[in-house]
């Protein structure tokens, strides 16, 4: 890339091209910065510049093809309430709506099945946890309140199922990392959250959650307690039956790792944390669907807080992060 990056966002784009927007290239002062990687090519070019430099943000490709980037830190290190939308005919960036209820970073999105966009949890602080939800309008650039997650969650997950439910998994808050998770259906908007009484083995802080067929997520890695100690556990969410169970074990502990789900039904698991905030690792994994994992070639770097991206092509992108060292500006593929 142009730039080095981490707390950036990858999003694959309609046309097949891949927009990489923000991050840092210091691990703290973020950059305006956008560049698109073209896969027939295999080359990048710079995109226009957003109008707020921003980090730890979301971004979310939207029916009409545009990109809708919510939050993050700012140049003062703030969390932002602001928003923009990438316009991908126009090759440009508008202001859109802010998102109400408190500026958030490290929060989570997902596009509903309603073309809405789900915005949750985060935090305006690094100790902390939010709990308000938001939805976004594209047609109107306007924000409703979604209701009040059960509880506060920092660096958590949204997973959308094909039912039209989003399942919210762990993060952090005050207390330390949750072992809870909670439902909202997005075709019954008015029931609001629901906290499911069963809860993971493990408190989830730095995990990945994948959707799988027939309405299962699995979960993978943690970084639990303090100082703090990094999770191989992987745990598997069963729709019909709201429960957990525990899988086996990944071949190497991670948190801050990307997990991508591949067309053959099984995921992929690259990178991350193996001790807290120690050196990253390159190693890479395969989750089968017979429920085994299996160690694959490791990635020519070593790389946390990376981005991994699913190309129509066949292949996964895996972009920036740090080595330990350096914020990097290389980028690579997985060919299954």
Same mark, same amino acid.
């Given at each position: ?14 046309? +097949?091209?891949? @927009? ?23 080359? *990048? ?9 921003? #980090? ?20 003062? +290190?703030? !969390? @932002?309430?602001? /928003? ?22 490290? &929060? ?18 690094? @100790?902390? $946890? ?6 976004? &309008?594209?047609?109107?650039?306007? *924000? ?15 997973? @959308? ?6 399942? !919210? ?36 802080? $730095? ?20 100082? $703090? ?18 899988? /086996?074990?990944? #071949? ?6 990307? /997990?991508?789900?591949?067309?053959? $039904?099984?995921?992929?698991? !690259? ?7 120690? #050196? ?21 770097? !070593?790389?946390?807080? &990376? ?30």
């Amino acid at each position: 890339m142009q730039a080095r990056r981490i707390g950036h966002t990858a999003t694959k784009l309609g046309d +097949g091209r891949v @927009l990489v927007v923000g991050g840092s290239s210091s691990g703290n002062t973020p950059t305006n910065t956008t560049e698109l990687y073209t896969v027939s090519s295999n080359s *990048w070019r710079p995109g226009p510049d957003l109008e707020t430099a921003r #980090m730890d943000h979301t971004a979310t490709l939207l029916p009409n093809g545009n990109v809708l980037v919510v939050g993050g830190r700012g140049p003062g +290190g703030d !969390a @932002l309430d602001s /928003a923009e939308i990438y316009d991908a005919d126009a090759n440009e960036w508008t202001p859109a709506s802010p998102i109400p209820l408190g500026a958030r970073a490290s &929060h989570a999105a997902v596009l509903l099945p309603s073309r809405k966009v789900l915005v949750a949890g985060g935090g305006n602080s690094h @100790l902390d $946890g939010l709990n308000t939800a938001a939805l976004y &309008h594209p047609d109107t650039d306007s *924000w409703t309140d979604a209701g009040s997650m059960n509880v506060k969650r920092n660096v958590l997950t949204l997973t @959308l199922l094909e039912a039209g439910v989003v399942v !919210a998994i762990g993060g952090f808050n005050a207390a330390g990392a949750e072992t809870t998770a909670e439902v909202y259906d997005s075709y019954q908007p008015e029931a609001g959250w629901r906290l499911l009484p069963a809860q993971m083995e493990h408190g989830r802080h $730095g995990h990945a959650s994948t959707p799988l067929p027939s309405g299962r997520i699995l979960v993978t890695g943690s970084l639990e307690g303090s100082p $703090g100690r990094v999770l191989k556990a992987a745990e598997l969410f069963q729709l019909s039956s709201t429960s957990w169970k525990p899988e /086996a074990e990944m #071949m190497e502990a991670r948190f801050f790792h990307t /997990a991508t789900a591949l067309p053959s $039904g099984e995921v992929l698991i !690259a990178g991350g944390y193996s001790s807290p905030y120690a #050196m990253p690792r390159a190693s890479a994994e395969i989750f089968r669907r017979d429920g085994s994992w299996e160690f694959i070639a490791p990635m020519s770097s !070593a790389r946390v807080n &990376h981005t991994a991206t699913w190309l129509e092509s066949g292949s996964v992108l895996i972009i920036g992060g740090t080595d330990g060292g350096a914020v990097l500006n290389t980028a690579e593929r997985y060919v299954p």
